[in-house]
């Protein structure tokens, strides 16, 4: 099972280049790990790393993955872990045994001796599982981690097969079983196994004959060659991601970083700690823009030099604000300078006071584009059209709701402020009947 945070988000992006696997092993104080047992596990562990490795030759990516355990000639103990084992609040207790503040402070810690690595980490618990799966994965934050039990369906051993799954979930692979009766699920599974029946993420008993098939390579960023079927074996919870991964896979760098050679950029907002950036995606073959939906990173960059890049979709937008989330943070921004907002225990807080760097505002539709000029404090439009050579210089006169208005003697236009259908109307006539003009989207510089 996995709670998903798909997306080549959090400390482990794509599976390429340098990666650090954290290890270690927490106990229940009346089943202690031996040190025979965790050296056992650490070979299972090493194995199923390998098995990764040796899976990432078939696309020709060559991985490092290295393992540093922690604590690992300590006992960490862990009272009153239940069966089922969701370890949340636990995480404070394992970080201080291992001689950490927090959970967050042992990623923080090792960014910084491990630059550009991709860091997730594996907790490996002594309580014998008999479900399925036999393993959590989840994150923390922007920590990703799995948790590992020994299998009672292999000798109350780790395989090393759900090692490789689930390291594989904290760069973004889904899991392709069903999970219930729902005949979307059961669908997505049956199409699985038409598919790629040997892939390690439909199934991780040990003893199987199993692959990373092309469809769980695409998701892990092995590689970008993406193919319609892949949304029929999606399970219904990752087909918003699929989706997202497929169309936009090319503008990611091979660390899941957006690659702004090939983004069109948006608005930025600067806070105390870093920055809030929107990207507007020009696809195009014929050098037209298109809206695509908007995606924001958000950077933080604090005292520890903690930098944390995440992704954020647009959710929704009102009158003042833009609000953005993942699955870690809702924030408000708003359309102008002020104060941002952030949700916290379902209440919106003030966050921090952003300051919007607008030097120029760009629009562009479909035959050429508006531009925003500010001149001596008063601001000028000028359309340019290009095939047909039209210019002009417009003022802007209103500003409603989300819209920007602007005129001349002849036309009029709203020009939405976030990039969508903007219209026009005609300024001499006296009843304005306001007609679709083009889609545009909007940029500042
Ligand atoms: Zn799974």
């Not at 020709?60 to 862990?78: P, S």
């Not at 292999?154 to 689930?166: D, G, K, L, P, Q």
């Not at 889904?174 to 040997?198: C, G, R, T």
């Not at 950029?265 to 050098?287: C, L």
Request: aromatic share 16%; hydrophobic share 35%; charged share 25%.
């Amino acid at each position: 099972m996995t709670e998903f945070y798909g997306e080549w988000q959090g400390s482990a992006k794509k599976l390429l280049d340098n990666n650090l696997v954290l290890v270690t092993f927490v106990s229940p104080p009346e089943n202690i790990w031996t040190n025979e047992q965790k050296k056992e596990n650490l070979e299972k562990i090493q194995k199923g790393i390998n098995w990764i490795k040796n899976q990432a030759l078939n696309y020709n990516q060559n991985v490092n993955l290295e393992i540093k355990t922690l604590g690992f000639d300590k006992d960490i103990l862990l009272k009153d872990l239940k069966d089922g084992l969701y370890l949340g609040d636990n995480l404070t207790t394992i970080a201080k045994q291992i001689g950490f503040a927090n959970f967050p402070h042992i990623l923080s810690d090792y960014r910084m001796e491990y630059r550009g690595y991709n860091v997730v980490m594996i907790i490996a618990v002594n309580i014998s599982n008999e479900q399925g799966g036999i393993s959590n994965c989840t994150s923390h934050g922007d920590f990703e981690y799995g948790v590992l039990y020994p299998d009672v369906r292999n000798e109350n051993r780790i395989s090393e097969y759900t090692v490789a799954h689930e390291l594989l979930h904290a760069y973004s692979a889904p899991d392709l079983y069903a999970y219930s009766e729902s005949i979307e699920e059961i669908k997505a599974q049956e199409n699985a196994i038409k598919h790629i029946k040997k892939d390690i993420m439909l199934c991780e008993v040990e003893g199987k004959d199993f692959e990373i098939s092309e469809y769980t390579a695409f998701t892990i960023g092995w590689h970008n060659d993406p193919k319609d079927w892949y949304k029929d074996i999606s399970p219904p919870s990752f087909l918003q991601s699929i989706d997202f991964m497929m169309k936009y896979s090319g503008y990611f760098d091979d660390g899941g970083i957006l690659n702004l050679e090939n983004a069109t950029q948006g608005r930025g907002y600067s806070f105390e700690y870093g920055e809030v950036k929107e990207w507007f995606f020009g696809v195009n073959e014929e050098n037209n823009y298109q809206n695509c939906p908007s995606l924001w990173t958000f950077e933080e960059d604090g005292e520890d030099e903690y930098i944390a890049t995440v992704l954020m979709r647009e959710n929704s937008i009102d009158n003042d604000y833009i609000f953005i989330k993942n699955s870690t943070y809702s924030l408000q921004i708003p359309l102008k300078d002020g104060k941002g907002k952030v949700l916290v225990n379902n209440t919106w807080q003030d966050w921090y006071d952003l300051s919007l760097q607008n030097m120029t505002l760009m629009v562009h539709y479909e035959k050429g584009f508006l531009k925003k000029y500010e001149i001596l404090n008063e601001i000028i439009w000028y359309w340019e059209e290009d095939q047909n050579q039209l210019n002009g210089f417009f003022e802007q006169y209103n500003e409603m709701d989300n819209f920007l208005c602007i005129k001349n003697d002849i036309y009029k236009f709203k020009i939405p402020k976030i990039g969508g259908m903007a219209e026009m109307t005609f300024a001499e006539y006296k009843k304005e009947e306001w007609i679709n003009w083009y889609n545009v989207t909007v940029s500042y510089f």
